[in-house]
């Protein structure tokens, strides 16, 4: 009998993760093969050697508390590799000074317990104490834009100094370009039922729930994707005996990535472009490479884990209406320069994890992590005295200012590393990674689009789409989606069974 044959078309954490569960369920007969457009695996997390030791250059971290991720690592047996921030306290750059990261936020939504005067005038914090009196007009099921809603309801410092900050770190977008209801879910739905104030919402949003209800959803929800507690430090609204709210690999994603590819057992197919996809009488037809040496793939099943545009492109002549959708979801592209200095050189580093920066302030980066102070598997007494930093440059909409050549990023970076932390000396070793496209942006009405897309796909038979663009950019959220999606490949392919060779 044939094997079943199923493509997955990408690579990335999501591509990996639905190749590895695909695996898991039809057996070590099946074959799986795995397309992936550049020349490795890991999509926008990468793992380099940064003057000798492994560091993430794209995604640094993930949610420790999210289930999916600690069940993935659980059954590749990479628990133990599991490493956790240290106590170091995040800042913020606003209004020309670096301070404390203020508490009490929903990713810069003010609950009432927020305590936000080392970063606000007292014109804005009059603003945010104002707020909760004032009259709320929302209409439930609605969606807005979240920078609107928050200038409308606090006024522009909170909005420019604390909210959009917070943002910029997740999706390199701004916050008024982001979507309410796709961004803060759990802050929207606090206002369907409603909530009298914004206030009212963030704090609904972040009440710890009863125990009965702490299941985390699919869905990556603004308090589970990051909350700012009165401390300072960052949680997601969950109870503290949940443990740490961040993890990491020791070693880096690269650790999990390439488990993941090692466990799927996939025939991996690296500098390959998928072309187009066609339906045929008995599956899929993939078309592979360029049109002057084209492959044609046939297979059983396909699923999808590319960003919004490749998506896009493979559904226009199979589903028009998901590809159109898929088509209005914009990318943001950004850069990380990474460094690495000698200790002695780096007396006058604050001992934070690092800055973010608020919108307006005359700096090139969005944000600095100390790595070494963050993570002490990378403090320079843990490893070769070095102590290494890494800053984020671009945000959406501002792809032409990250065309300059690396030397000119490198020097934007140390010019704003020498306002923020004094150090001036030159790095010993810098690693500069440009993310282009690499972060799907969330506007007003992303969970229609999103709807529409799984929808449409839901209606082609052994078809299924994962990935970033869905449902949240964290790597938890894309593991999740992907293991869903190898799920449903795996149920739709049961009238083949006389095919599959599984052994139970």
């Not at 770190?169 to 759990?186: F, K, M, N, Q, S």
């Not at 492959?295 to 159109?324: N, Q």
């Not at 000119?408 to 010993?428: E, F």
Request: proline fraction near 6%; charged fraction near 20%; charge should be neutral.
């Amino acid at each position: 009998m044939d094997a079943l044959r199923i493509a997955v078309v990408g690579a990335g954490v999501s591509g990996l993760a639905a190749a590895h569960r695909l695996r898991v369920l039809l057996g070590p007969a099946a074959e799986i093969t795995v397309l992936e457009r550049s020349d490795r695996i890991g999509g926008v997390l990468r793992t380099v050697e940064l003057a000798g030791v492994p560091y993430d250059v794209g995604a640094e971290a993930f949610l420790a508390r999210r289930p999916e991720i600690l069940a993935l690592l659980d059954e590749l047996g990479l628990r133990e590799q599991i490493v956790h921030p240290t106590s170091a306290a995040p800042s913020v750059r606003a209004g020309g000074r670096t301070v404390g990261l203020p508490g009490g936020t929903l990713l810069g939504v003010p609950t009432g317990a927020a305590r936000l005067d080392g970063v606000l005038s007292p014109a804005g914090l009059a603003a945010v104490a104002a707020e909760p009196a004032r009259d709320l007009h929302w209409e439930p099921g609605g969606d807005v834009a979240l920078g609107g809603l928050l200038r409308d309801r606090f006024g522009d410092e909170l909005a420019d100094r604390i909210a959009d900050p917070l943002l910029g770190g997740v999706y390199a977008g701004r916050v008024d370009a982001l979507g309410l209801r796709a961004t803060i879910p759990t802050l929207a739905a606090a206002l369907d039922a409603g909530a009298p104030s914004l206030t009212a919402a963030a704090d609904a949003a972040t009440a710890t729930p009863p125990p009965a209800s702490r299941g985390i959803p699919a869905r990556e929800s603004g308090s589970e994707r990051a909350r700012v507690a009165p401390s300072g430090r960052v949680s997601c609204g969950l109870p503290a005996s949940a443990g740490p709210v961040f993890g990491a690999l020791r070693g880096g994603y690269r650790v999990l990535l390439d488990t993941l590819a090692a466990a799927a057992g996939a025939d991996m197919r690296l500098g390959t472009t998928v072309r187009s996809l066609e339906r045929t009488p008995t599956g899929w037809r993939l078309t592979l490479g360029p049109a002057t040496a084209s492959e044609a793939l046939d297979v059983d099943a396909v699923l999808l884990a590319v960003p919004a545009p490749a998506v896009r492109r493979l559904l226009a002549d199979v589903s028009p209406t998901a590809a159109a959708a898929a088509g209005e979801i914009e990318l943001a592209s950004s850069v990380v320069v990474a460094l690495a200095y000698r200790e002695a050189d780096t007396a006058s580093l604050p001992s934070t994890s690092g800055a973010l920066i608020a919108a307006g302030e005359p700096l090139s980066i969005k944000g600095a992590t100390h790595s070494s102070n963050k993570w002490g598997h990378l403090a320079a007494g843990a490893t070769d005295g070095l102590v290494r930093l890494r800053t984020s440059l671009g945000r959406f909409g501002e792809a032409a200012e990250l065309q300059v050549d690396d030397a000119a990023l490198v020097a934007r970076a140390r010019a704003d590393l020498a306002t923020l932390t004094g150090i001036t000396a030159a790095p010993v070793a810098v690693h500069v990674q440009r993310w282009g496209g690499g972060l799907p942006q969330y506007a007003v009405g992303h969970d229609d689009r999103v709807r529409t897309i799984e929808n449409m796909v839901a209606g082609l038979p052994r078809l299924a789409v994962a990935g970033s663009a869905l449902h949240g950019v964290g790597v938890p959220a894309c593991v999740g989606t992907a293991r869903a999606a190898a799920e449903r490949v795996g149920a739709s392919l049961a009238p083949l069974s006389g095919r599959d060779s599984r052994t139970g």
